[in-house]
């Protein structure tokens, strides 16, 4: 059981290009969320989905873009990049968040993608 | 007023000693609060999620005051390896989205 598997790991791109952070997920989860944590920072939702063909903006959307065609998959995208976007990006699952008293609510996190913009 | 406020610290303890942290949150309908500790450079990982009555996980205690909007963690008989970054989180926005505090950064001395 991978659980939630992100590539690459680290990426270096130059200002104005672009690319596509992977991420899937083999536990069958409905809710997925990608998340930036800058240096000494805390994580910072940018978008999230609640399931397949369902997206939302978190905190902090400019500048990226994703889609979820399929339950296991939640790319995240950049297309024009800045060095403003040079963080370790996460990516998350979880089967339940709201359920309170229940199991299954935790969110569970792929290895990160390290990413500088130069 | 943040979603979810944490105490940065750093916290540098002893070996052997009792620390604890908390963690305020704004939205009164947050339904789920979690723990989750982050070792440097690594993925946060989940230490204990919180429920109402509280629960403990051997060294470790988390509990939630709802009346106050803060879930605390307390950690006994400190070990060098405890030293990590500790995150709290909560649910928020129609139960859909969690919400992570800055963490605290706790350092166990020798």
């Known amino acids: 059981n991978a659980g939630v598997t992100q590539t690459p790991k680290f990426r270096i791109l130059k200002i104005g290009q672009s690319m596509t952070l992977q991420c899937t997920q083999d536990?069958?989860?409905?809710?997925m969320y990608w998340y930036r944590q800058d240096p000494g920072m805390g994580l910072k939702l940018i978008y999230y989905?609640?399931?397949?063909?369902?997206?939302d903006k978190g905190e902090v959307p400019n500048g990226y873009n994703v889609s979820r065609s399929t339950t296991e998959d939640f790319p995240l995208r950049l297309e024009l990049a800045a060095p403003s976007q040079t963080s370790v990006y996460f990516c998350?699952?979880?089967?339940?968040?709201?359920?309170?008293?229940?199991?299954?609510?935790?969110?569970?996190f792929g290895q990160g993608t390290r990413l500088t913009v130069v | 007023r943040k979603e979810v406020e944490q105490d940065p610290g750093p916290f540098n303890v002893p070996e052997g000693a009792t620390v604890a942290f908390n963690c305020t949150y704004s939205?009164?309908?947050?339904?789920?609060f979690f723990w989750y500790r982050q070792d440097c450079r690594k993925e946060p990982k989940l230490l204990m999620s919180?429920?109402?009555s509280g629960n403990e996980d051997g060294r470790f205690t988390a509990q939630l005051n709802r009346a106050s909007q803060y879930i605390s963690l307390l950690i006994r008989d400190s070990k060098l390896s405890d030293s990590a970054t500790y995150l709290c989180?909560?649910?928020?926005?129609?139960?859909?989205?969690?919400?992570f505090g800055i963490g605290t950064k706790l350092q166990v001395i020798p």
């Open positions: 998350a699952s979880a089967l339940n968040p709201g359920a309170e008293g229940k199991r299954n609510t935790e969110a569970f």
């Open positions: 536990m069958n989860h409905n809710y």
């Open positions: 989905s609640v399931g397949a063909g369902i997206t």
């Open positions: 939205n009164s309908a947050s339904q789920s």
């Open positions: 919180v429920y109402s």
């Open positions: 989180a909560v649910n928020s926005g129609g139960y859909q989205k969690v919400t």
